[in-house]
Every structure is written in C-alpha cells, then in structure tokens.
C-alpha cells in the first residue's frame, strides 16, 4: 500500500516529509516523490526505488517550502518509473494518491478530448488534470475539490496542494486511512499515525467520504454531501513506537525474535492468570446465543482464521463458515440471525476484508475484529474489537501478528467453550496453562533451532520448488510455510493437507523437491507419517518438525529433522510457526532478497 504525507510547517519541510515517509516503508513501494510549494511555484522530486534515491536527488537538488506532500508508490497502474512517480502536477495542481480510481479510463478519454495532455500511465493523473480542468473553469479550490471527488469511483485516499494557495493541504478518504496531526502552528496529514509520530501525537481520523482543508491552524472536515462536520481528536500510540531493527539485519527477524514477549502481551488481555482461567469478560460478544459464526480475512490473517476455525468448532462445537475476504464478499452467502462475523486484519484497513465486514453489517450481524491497530476503519465499523496488541510490525512478511492472532482466537474460541459449556473446567484450565508457558518456550526454540534452520536455509536455497505438508491445524500451518516461503524467498511453495498427498501433488515428487512436514504427535501423527513415506518411496527429501516423541517414532532418513518440545494442542501452531518462518527468512537472506520489502507486495492492501 502506498504511503501519504503532507507538512503545513513552520520550516523547511522537504527533509522532514522524507523522515515521515521512511517510517511507512514497512507498507512497501517502489518509487516515491515529495513536492513543495515556495514563492507562489510548486516543485517536486521524484526517484525509482527506495527512498535514499530520493534523499540523494535532494542532496543534490534542495527542494525549498515550509508547505508539501510527500509518497511511496507501490505500482498499480503503470511501471515503476520516475514518470509515473507522486506527486503529479498540472497546471499549478500537484496530487498524491493512495488507491486505484476504477473510472480513470473514461475521464482520461473526456479529459484527453478536451485537448488535455497525460504525462503518466496512472490513474492518479485524471484527479489532478480534473482539479486543473475545474480551476480553469474559476472554481476555487474547495468548490474545485468537492466536483472531481463527486466523479471519482473506487478507492482513494489523496492530498492536493494548490500553487495559489500555499498555506493549505486539501486530504480525502474514500477506502484506504487518512488520518490529520494537530500542532503548534502547524499540521500534518497522513496514511496513519507512525508517519505522523515525531510531528505528534493529537490525531483526527478521516471517516469514510470524508474530506478535508488543512491549514496552519485550522482544520476544517466535510463528509460526502460537503456538509461541515466534526471528528473527534484522539490521542495515538504511533507516537510511542520506534521504527529500528535494533541489532537484528532485518525488521522481519526482529519481529520474530519479539514474539515472546508480545504473545505475553497478548495473552495477558485475554487470560486471568492468577485464576487460571480465560477472561469472559474480554468476549463481547455472546457466543452462547449463536449458532453459527463467520469468519474471514486476507492472506497470512486467514490462514490464522482456519486454525480458529478448528478451535471454535472443536473446543465451543460453534460451526465456522471461512472464505477468504475477496471471496466472502462476492458469494452472497446466508447470513441468519443467530450468526455473528469475526474479521482478522493486521492492519485494520485491508479492503476485501472490509467490504466483507460491510456485507455482514448490512445484514445485521454482530461484528468482532481481531486486528493490531485499534484505531482502524474495521475497528470503528466492528461492535467488538479484539487487540492483537503485537505492536507495529513492519517487515511486509506476517509473523509477530500472525502469533498474536493465534493467541487472540485461541482465547476466543476458549471463551466461546466455556459460555456454551463445552470446554470442561479442567480442560480450560489445563489449555491456560499451556498458553502461560508458551512465551517460554518461544524463547527456547528460538534459541535452541536458529543455527540448525540457518544451516538447512542454505540447502534450502538451492531448490526451485518446496511441498509443505500438514495435518489438523498443521494444514494452515502449511499453507502459511509456503507463502512465506514465496513471498520473501521467489521460491515457488505450496501448501497441502497432508492426506490430500495422494490426490495430486504425488506427481511433483522427485530428488529436487523439498517437502517440508509439519507433525507434532498428535492423533494425526501416524498417518501423516504413512504420507511421509510416500515421499520417501518417490525420492523426495523429507524436512521434518517434530516433536521428542514424534521424531524417536520416525525412521525414515530426513534431510533435517527440527525439534521442537512437546505442547498442548492450542499451543502447537504458534510454536510451529517459528520454525517455520525462521525457514523462511534465512532462505531469503542467502537468496539475497529484499526480505522486508519483498517486490510487488505491500504490507497493507487496501484496494480490492
């Protein structure tokens, strides 16, 4: 996702724009641009690539101005390239957008026969040659804004700057988050409160057709119909986060190695430990009165969502119906009265999964969210929000909140048991015992297998394609092995269920494929080791974790085998998710990738 921000300063902003923008990297781009306007003109920087290629163009060129915008692009419409770069000028106008504009196509073609010239492959450029268009008509700026916002369709968030209006930043929200900085004689806007974090920490969120003019000391907000209207000013947490990767060479270990302590975290909002018992007071919503619950999310976030769904059926006997999130939208599914829809999200703002929360509410479910920042779109449009509480992770690849979204359904779905009285006291309390262990022993495997992982990655390395197996709610855990494995690595991956060996994948094995077995010893165990050996029989090199028990049960020769202490089931896919994403980012650093920044991801996706 891309990355806004604008300065109505009292100094030079240029240098600070690209501080600001340094800490939404963790989004992903692949270009960025800041513009300033000074002495009635504006001016503008832009570069391919990371921001230092910015920051050395304006070593070399200074951009002057106590008033810009600023972005990172990640490519949607258009390649990478300087010219399609943010800011886009016209006429005295210069636009950064966040989004995709759907319609772009036919206001390009009506622009264009008005004699308008394009310099761009973007759809970014239509709002700015509109602004343009619309200035040239006589319209002021607000008047200006208010027209080309009633045109647009899709989603968008957008800061404008005007050449004849130096002192003023005009935002808008339609989809992706905008959120104001309040400060002493001056104001900032951006996509979310870590950007705007060493200007301040008073913040006003945009609602949903909003729009805004911002000026030194004012801030005045509009909702879709133009109507004046007043949001409320909040205190953030982006102020109190520090984006370092401390000693570690990347955010993506960092945030692995942070897991301990943020799954304690977590687990503490969710769990009397004293007590020995979950928290109902922590559920908000009544489990007991359903009879059916929906789930639903994107990427790392459902993979999470199908484990839950394995624990809100087994532990509460409550029905789960998933799909991913641009899927459940589309599919119309019934929705009955006695039914409530839980959506995970990282950061709250991914839009299929917000279009499915949508679809839920127009049907008058009760909405729960599992998400990490409280302060998003799918919090505030939820009836109860459940904090992930993993702090802001910036490596593009999912781990620390992918565990934190464990450890929140984990304590879910144990809520869910107890109210509808089919988790047994002592089950309860032998399954929070398990969880007050875990951040332990995430500290323990972490330390005991990282030379071991280091050592197989290198091995790993030289293979172009991998097989995770798993069964249970080792399945996800495949799933989730295998795109992290591509997502940071380029190594072709895929996950399977284990028993669904037979059914197909049996074909790609040979000497060259790597498969990857994850199998605590479960009552799974046995037959996922009859699937091991058949790999083994076709030649395939067998990665296996395991368990003492499940390793001394197993004979077959094994390219690695990764041990890993036995644990109470609840506990068993967040403590297999390490190994797994150690796999993972040890294989891309001695690929050589971007491991935070893996090309044409984002870390927020908030167009459908």
């Known amino acids: ?67 810009g915008i600023g972005h990172t692009r990640w490519a949607t419409h258009g390649a990478p390239t300087e010219s399609n770069a943010h800011p886009h000028f016209c006429h005295g106008v210069a636009v950064v957008h966040n989004g995709i504009i759907e319609n772009f196509a036919p206001l390009r073609a ?88 060493p200007f301040t920490d008073e913040i006003t969120y945009l609602d949903d057709g909003d729009w805004a003019v911002i000026t030194r000391g004012t801030l005045e907000i509009y909702d879709q119909s133009g109507t004046l209207v007043e949001r409320k000013k909040q205190k953030s947490q982006g102020a109190a986060y520090v984006v370092d990767k401390g000693n570690h060479r990347h955010f993506m270990e960092k945030e692995i190695y942070e897991q301990p302590e943020v799954v304690s975290h977590t687990l503490s909002h969710y769990i009397d430990f004293a007590e020995g018992r979950v928290k109902l007071d922590a559920a908000q919503i009544d489990f007991a009165a ?28 409550l029905p789960v119906e998933i799909d991913v999130a641009s899927e459940f939208r589309y599919r119309e ?84 048991g107890r109210a509808r009285g089919t988790l047994s006291k002592e089950d309860e309390t032998a399954m929070v015992q398990a969880l007050v262990e875990a951040p332990r022993l995430f500290n323990e495997v972490l330390n005991a297998i990282q030379p071991q992982v280091e050592s197989l990655s290198r091995e790993l390395s030289r293979f172009k394609d991998v097989l995770y197996l798993g069964r249970g709610t080792s399945f996800p855990l495949a799933l989730e092995g295998a795109l992290k494995l591509k997502e940071i690595s380029y190594i072709h991956a895929e996950g399977y269920a284990a028993g669904e060996l037979k059914h197909g994948p049996i074909a790609l094995i040979d000497e060259n494929m790597p ?59 967040m403590l297999y998710a390490l190994p797994v994403q150690l796999i993972a980012y040890h294989t891309a650093v001695f690929m050589g990738t971007d491991v935070d920044q893996p090309r044409n991801l984002a870390k927020s996706v908030t167009v459908e």
């Open 1 to 67: 996702m891309c990355g806004i921000v604008g300065i109505v300063g009292r100094g030079e902003v240029a240098p600070l724009l690209v501080d600001a923008l340094k800490r939404l990297e963790y989004r992903g781009y692949d270009s960025a641009g800041v513009a300033t306007v000074h002495d009635g003109r504006l001016d503008r920087r832009r570069a391919e690539g990371k921001l230092a290629n910015l920051d050395h163009k304006l070593g070399q060129e200074p951009l002057a101005g106590q008033v």
């Open 290 to 317: 359903l009879d059916r619950l929906a789930m639903s999310a994107c990427g790392t976030a459902y993979y999470a969502g199908l484990i839950g769904k394995y624990w809100f059926e087994r532990f509460a006997r």
């Open 333 to 416: 599914m019934p929705l009955p009265g006695k039914m409530a829809a839980l959506f995970i999200s990282q950061s709250g703002e991914t839009a299929d999964t917000l279009a499915s929360l949508r679809y839920c509410k127009d049907n008058q479910l009760t909405i729960g969210a599992v998400v990490n920042v409280r302060e998003s779109t799918i919090a505030r449009e939820s009836n109860a929000v459940f904090p992930t509480l993993a702090g802001p992770e910036i490596g593009v690849a999912s781990t620390k909140a992918f565990t934190c979204q464990l450890s929140v359904l984990a304590a879910l779905a144990m809520i869910a």
């Open 110 to 197: 009506e622009l264009t026969g008005k004699g308008a010239t394009f310099y761009s492959q973007t759809d970014t450029e239509v709002v700015a040659q509109l602004l343009a268009a619309y200035r040239s008509e006589g319209l002021a700026p607000r008047a200006a804004m208010q027209k080309v916002l009633s045109r647009l369709e899709g989603a968008y968030a957008l800061a404008v700057l005007f050449e004849d209006q130096p002192d003023m930043i005009l935002g808008a929200r339609s989809g992706p988050p905008l959120a104001v900085g309040h400060g002493e004689g001056e104001m900032f806007l951006g996509s979310d409160a870590i950007a705007l974090a």
């Open 515 to 573: 498969v990857i077995v994850i199998a605590p010893h479960d009552r799974h165990f046995e037959k996922t080791v009859s699937n091991m050996q058949e790999v083994a029989a076709r030649g395939g090199q067998i990665i296996l974790i395991t368990d003492e028990r499940g390793a001394a049960a197993t004979t077959l020769e094994t390219m690695a085998t990764i041990v890993v202490p036995a644990v109470n089931e609840i506990v068993a896919p």
